[in-house]
């Protein structure tokens, strides 16, 4: 009976916390306390994600807080969407200090652990700390899927490294991680930005050649890059 209902709450506290109702969610898991049904580790994982992703990163470690109070060991979840929540308001170092945390640990880092602290870095232009976790996620043998190429790939075209952005594109296919259109997207942006045009029209052939639709975005980026260019005519063609 104690198991169903402890079902019962998190299924409850989960659609209450992806419907943005969470204080409602918080009153059920004071609820369940009071009635000494034990919330799980799904059930803290379930508010300190919802927490973040409103940017109420109080909250969010509020409920970490009283979750190592009640004995209720941390998982791979929870952490990821303290450090995503910590990233989203740019505090990319405490979001290091915990996956340095997790490292000592002994949680097993995974692919979106990585994810998050690769865009972090990104986002604030750390682009070299960046690269030193995609290398080491290299040597640990835990490859990077699409998410982490592409929050790689803006930071480089950003700070513009796009020779080494091209090079990544390439590393995809060979590991069998094919780009999708905000791959493409990021580096049209960025060779069109630098005026190299004639490049931008190349890579738009390619992402043809690999089946990937082009959206209404790549061809605003390829249609201002030729005008700015001065290239007119073409701009048309493409429009």
């Given at each position: 009976m104690g198991t169903l209902l402890k079902g019962t709450y998190?299924?409850?506290i989960c659609?209450?916390?992806i419907t943005g109702h969470l204080k409602d969610a918080i009153g059920l898991l004071q609820k369940m306390i009071l009635e000494n049904i034990n919330p799980t580790v799904y059930t803290f994982s379930t508010l300190v994600d919802a927490f973040w992703k409103e940017g109420k990163m109080k909250e969010a470690k509020n409920a970490f807080v009283v979750m190592m109070k009640k004995d209720v060991k941390p998982?791979?979840?929870?952490?990821n969407s303290l450090m995503d929540g910590h990233c989203l308001v740019s505090e990319v170092n405490k979001a290091?200090?915990?996956?340095?945390t997790m490292t000592q640990i002994g949680v097993a880092l995974?692919?979106?652990s990585y994810s998050i602290m690769i865009n972090g870095f990104c986002t604030i232009k750390m682009v070299d700390e960046a690269m030193n976790l995609f290398q080491e996620m290299h040597c640990k043998q835990i490859f990077p899927d699409v998410v982490t190429y592409n929050s790689l790939i803006d930071g480089l075209r950003k700070s513009g490294r796009?020779?080494?952005a091209l090079k990544l594109i390439g590393e995809m296919h060979d590991r069998g991680q094919p780009p999708d259109i905000f791959t493409y997207n990021s580096l049209l942006d960025a060779l069109c930005k630098n005026y190299h045009v004639d490049k931008a029209i190349e890579l738009l052939t390619k992402l043809k050649d690999h089946n990937i639709q082009s959206s209404v975005c790549t061809y605003n980026i390829l249609i201002n890059g030729l005008c700015?260019?001065?290239?007119?005519k073409d701009?048309?063609?493409f429009f």
């Open positions: 998190n299924t409850l659609c209450l916390c998982n791979i979840v929870t952490y290091k200090s915990i996956f340095n995974d692919v979106h796009i020779s080494y700015k260019s001065g290239r007119l701009a048309q063609i």
